[in-house]
C-alpha cells in the first residue's frame, strides 16, 4: 500500500470503541479521533495516534457535546463559557497526547450534534470560532459545505477544508438525510463508489431525490461505525489510488 496514495484526503472517526482501526487506518489520509466528550480516554486516544503514526497519516481532534450516554447525537444546551471550556479542554487533552507521541496534531473536526448545530447555529458557531482563534488558531477546521460554522470561520481567518461524506445521503439543498432516514447511510460499496465517482470526477453528487446538485469539497469522510467500511474503504482505495 505505501507506494499508493488517493488524490484526495481521506478522513474518518475513529477512536471510538468500533475495534477495526488498526485495519481502517492504512486506507486513510487524515483521522478524527474521539477525545472524551462522546466517548474515548487518554488510552484510547495514544492507541489511535500510535497507529496514525505507524503509517503516516495525519491526525485531527473529534471533540463533542459531553454527553457520552447518547454518543453525542443529541444537542446539549449550554452557557457560552461552559461551550467553550467543555470544547477546548477535549482538543488541549487530545494536543497533549500528540504531543507526548511526537506527532503534529493537523486539524478539529466536531463530532455527531455538535457538527450539525454548528451548520446551522450563528450563536454556538462563533463560541466555537472564538475558542479556535484563542487556543488553536493555527489549526485547520473540518466543516460541512454551506454552512454557518464555513462562514463564520472564514470571517474569522481559521483555515478551513469543507468536508462531503462518502457514505451518506444527501437532500436536494446539500443537507445529509438525517440518520433516522433508512437511506441515510450507504453500505452497499457500489453505490458509495459511484457517489464517490461523482464527487471526485465532476465535484456534485447525486441527491436522495435523483437530482444532480454542485459539491465543493476537500476531504471525503467515511465513517468508521458503517458495517461495510473495511470492503467500502479498500474498494475507494483500488479505484482512485495513484502512484506515489
Known sequence: MNEYKLPFDLNADI?????????????????NIACGGHTGDLNSMRESIQICK???????????????KNFGRKHVV???DQFQKV????????????????VEMNHIKPHGA????????????????????????????????????ENVAIESGIKILREAFADRSYTDDGKLVERIHP??????HA??????????????????????????????CIH??????LEIVKVIYNTFKAKV
Open 15 to 31: 477512536g471510538e470503541g468500533v475495534g477495526n482501526d488498526e485495519a481502517l487506518i492504512p486506507y486513510l489520509s487524515s483521522c
Open 54 to 68: 505507524k503509517y503516516g497519516i495525519k491526525v485531527g481532534a473529534h471533540p463533542s457535546y459531553p454527553d457520552s
Open 78 to 80: 449550554l452557557t457560552q
Open 87 to 102: 470544547i477546548a479542554q477535549q482538543i488541549t487533552t487530545f494536543q497533549s497526547v500528540c504531543e507526548n507521541e511526537g
Open 114 to 149: 455538535l457538527y450539525n448545530t454548528l451548520s446551522i447555529d450563528p450563536q454556538e458557531s462563533q463560541w466555537f470560532v472564538e475558542m479556535m482563534k484563542t487556543n488553536f488558531s493555527n489549526l485547520n477546521l473540518y466543516v460541512p459545505p454551506q454552512s454557518v460554522i
Open 183 to 188: 437511506l441515510a447511510l450507504l453500505t452497499d
Open 191 to 220: 453505490k458509495v463508489k459511484n457517489q464517490m465517482m461523482e464527487m471526485v470526477l465532476n465535484k456534485s453528487v447525486k441527491t436522495i431525490s435523483g437530482k444532480t446538485i454542485k459539491m465543493n469539497f476537500d476531504t471525503i
Open 224 to 229: 468508521g461505525d458503517n458495517p461495510s467500511v
